[in-house]
């Protein structure tokens, strides 16, 4: 069945940018920047102050995933640097003659002409957060970037940059609405089709079409007993009832299906050019489907406003798990399991394709040279429509192996981005249990990276410091052999690892500063923590803000946010049981909370402003929701 009304086939009726521009690294002599469009694209960048500069081959690659979708990562290296502190303007002239104000009017403030960045001198204040579901019943935490860049006039209280800490898209957890509007644009551009193994259907095409399409993709698994691990364990057989509500009945499984998601998640444009129309529901999925569709549609309302402030602000992504799928590489049994079947390794592949695309690039150009080549040789396979097996496989096994998706900011206070989700420290002893977010060599090049900084930004996915109940729940649990039920992906849930980062902080040339900015959890939370028995530092910050379009069950937030400050408080004996007994951990508390609360659960964004020492200096959660925003404050007198 059709997931769309009959639309126009030609280019001709097609916009010709479909997203972006997204501004991704800038530097003074460097401008990163990402855009789709449904042709191949002549491109100028016009920089206020250097003028025009013709885009060619070496300044933008286009890498086509459809036959009318085409990917344009542009990188751009200046002979004279640009001025920092400063209102700079920009625009795309699409063929030397159309603006962003003719093809994206919606990406302007008020009386502008042009869109307009700021390079800061020194990381004074930034946003961050994590988690963006966007059928999620909270209002999208990215409007209120928008709201902020739309009230700051001056240069000076524009933040030097957004980093989004995680799960930037879900692609394993999809409402229904969301998937029919996939499969919609994948017909409108061509997205293109691939040969699927392990499966029960063969194609994509025929994923498409297939009743279990839609709510019921772990049916796509032959009824076979080897495969009934994998369907528990990839498909969200085994449900999660504490720490996350992990539904992969509509999980991502197709290169096309992602691309489309990210098209559809940053830019209004793509949803007016489908008219996607419900499938064939049993009554009860249809009743969820409605629920979602309002969801969705709330989202939907707000993308302009999102690409405003994208096309204002540099911002940098790092994966977490659900960009990709839940429980990414959580255990060395978890690895066996989904990379031994040729239909998980398809679907993970394919999602680390469309990051490395639409987020990982845009990071650290430098990084993916070579294996851009591949990319592009792997899209040229599409001519047909359908992509080259062989190819896509080869491309694939590359990223699985590949090894450079953290990098580094050269500013000031230096920002070092970790990548805990490939490069893990496997349990050797039980393969079921959670491996390490970062294994020895790893962690071993973070500190190389830290080495006599003053002060550090480290940008972690999951709190280095997290709430110390639901950790023990965590670990009871993996105890159990149970860990993926709760999401025990913790610092402290390998002891080597915990051990290994905790004496990097504690290194005398490693930061005297360290602020760690992480997302994950679905709430907010600010530690201050200190070395016991160690004179002159570190100063360590935990400052979590979670999530931007996610929250954790209410109720049962609350009675851990108690339960952690009974059970856990300075002078409980329960602390000595902790890997972190040589560290005291100072928590923060939410302005205007309930007496004794330090766990913000709302969605939102957060914004840290940091003084010339690069320690934090005021640190508050935005709320999504319209209420005031939060500030964390310290407590005047410790437990």
């Given at each position: ?8 086939d030609?280019?001709t009726?097609l916009p010709?940018?479909?997203a972006?521009?997204l501004l ?7 401008l ?7 042709r191949?694209l ?6 206020q ?11 933008c690659?286009v890498?086509?995933?459809?036959v009318h979708?085409?990917?344009?990562l ?5 002979e004279n ?8 303007e920009?625009d795309?002239?699409?063929d030397?003659v159309?603006?962003?104000a ?7 403030y008020g009386d502008a002409?042009h869109p ?14 994590s988690c963006r ?12 970037v928008d709201e902020?860049?739309?009230q ?9 940059l957004?980093?989004m800490?995680g799960?930037q898209i879900y692609?394993?957890?999809v409402?229904g609405?969301?998937?029919?509007a ?5 017909e409108r551009?061509?997205l293109f089709e ?8 063969s194609?994509s095409a025929?994923?498409y079409?297939h ?16 495969n009934?691990t994998?369907?528990?364990r990839?498909f969200?057989?085994?449900?999660k009832?504490i720490?996350?509500?992990s ?5 991502l499984v ?6 489309a ?11 007016t ?10 009554a009860?999925?249809?009743e969820?489907?409605?629920l ?8 939907k309302?707000?993308l302009?406003n999102v ?9 940098l ?11 990414w590489?959580?255990s060395a049994q ?10 998980s ?5 394919n999602?680390?394709i469309?990051?490395m695309?639409c987020?990982?690039w ?6 993916f040279?070579?294996?851009l080549?591949?990319?592009?040789a792997?899209?040229a396979?599409?001519?047909d429509?359908?992509?080259?097996s062989?190819?896509q496989d ?7 192996k590949f090894?450079?998706?953290?990098f580094?900011?050269?500013?000031t206070?230096a920002?070092v ?18 491996s390490g977010?970062?294994?020895w060599?790893?962690?071993s090049e973070l ?10 930004i480290?940008?972690?996915p999951?709190?280095i410091?997290g709430?110390k ?13 149970f ?7 913790n ?9 290994v ?7 005398s040339?490693t ?6 900015l992480s997302?994950d959890v ?10 016991r028995?160690?004179k002159?530092?570190?100063?360590i910050w ?5 999530g931007?379009?996610?929250?954790f069950?209410a ?23 902790t890997?972190r007994?040589?560290?005291?951990i100072?928590?923060?508390?939410p302005e205007h909370?309930e007496?004794g609360e ?8 957060g914004q840290v ?6 320690q ?7 709320n999504?929701?319209?209420?005031p925003?939060?500030?964390?404050v ?6």
């Open positions: 069945m059709s997931a769309t009304l009959p639309l126009p030609d280019c009726s010709p940018v479909l972006g521009p991704r690294r800038l530097e003074p002599s460097r990163v920047m990402w855009l789709v469009g449904s191949a002549t491109l100028t960048l016009r920089v102050g250097v003028g025009d500069i013709r885009l060619g081959t070496q300044q690659t890498v086509s995933v459809g979708a085409f990917v344009h542009i990188d751009v290296s200046l640097a640009l001025p920092c502190d400063e209102r700079i920009y795309l002239l699409i030397g159309e603006g962003i003719t093809w994206a009017p919606h990406l302007l002409s307009d960045f700021v390079l800061r001198s020194r990381v004074d204040q930034l946003l961050h957060g579901k966007p059928h999620h019943p909270a209002t999208d935490g990215l409007l209120c902020l860049l739309a700051q006039h001056e240069a000076l209280d524009r933040p030097a957004l980093i800490t799960d692609a394993d957890d409402a609405p969301m998937l029919r996939i499969h919609a644009l994948i551009l061509g691939e040969h699927l193994e392990g499966a029960v259907v194609d025929k994923l079409e009743p279990a399409s839609y709510y019921h993709r772990a049916d796509l698994l032959p009824a076979l007993q080897s009934e994998l369907r528990d990839f969200g057989g085994a449900r009832p720490f996350t509500s539904n992969a009945d509509n999980h197709t290169f096309a299906e992602v691309m998601m990210y098209l559809l998640v940053w830019s209004p444009t793509p949803w050019l489908i008219a996607p129309q419900p499938p064939a529901l049993t009860k999925r249809r969820r489907y409605t979602e569709q309002t969801y969705i549609d709330g989202f309302a707000g302009g690409a405003r402030a994208l096309a204002h602000i540099p911002t992504m790092i994966f977490d798990d659900h960009d990709i799928t839940d429980d590489n959580l978890w690895e066996e399991t989904a990379y031994g079947h040729p239909f390794k398809r679907i993970i592949g999602a680390l469309a990051y695309l987020q990982g845009g990071n650290n150009p430098d990084a040279s070579e294996v080549k591949k990319t592009d792997f899209s396979t599409g001519h429509r359908y992509l080259d062989p190819v080869d491309l694939i096994d590359d990223l699985l090894q450079n998706w953290h580094v900011l050269p500013t206070p920002i981005v970790i990548d805990t989700r490939t490069r893990r420290w496997r349990s050797e002893m039980n393969l079921k249990q959670p977010l970062l294994d060599e790893a962690l500190q190389q990276e830290l080495l006599d900084h003053p002060s550090a480290i940008v972690s999951a709190p410091f709430v109940l639901i950790e023990t729940v965590q670990r009871i649990f993996s105890w159990c052999g860990p993926l039920l709760v999401d025990a992906e610092w402290m849930a390998h002891r080597g690892a915990a051990q980062i905790l004496n990097i902080f504690r290194h040339r930061p005297g500063n360290y602020v760690v997302g679905h709430y907010s939370f600010v530690y201050e923590v200190l070395i028995h160690r002159a530092g570190p100063k935990q400052i979590t803000s979670s931007i379009k996610n929250e069950p109720t049962l937030l609350e009675w851990f946010d108690r339960l952690n400050r009974w059970l856990y408080s300075p002078r409980s004996p329960l602390n000595w049981l890997k007994r040589r560290m005291r100072v928590p923060h508390v909370a007496a330090r766990l913000w659960n709302s969605a939102g964004i402003f940091f003084n010339e020492s690069g934090p200096q005021d640190i508050y959660q935005h999504s929701n319209g209420s925003k939060t500030r964390m310290a407590p005047q007198h410790h437990d």
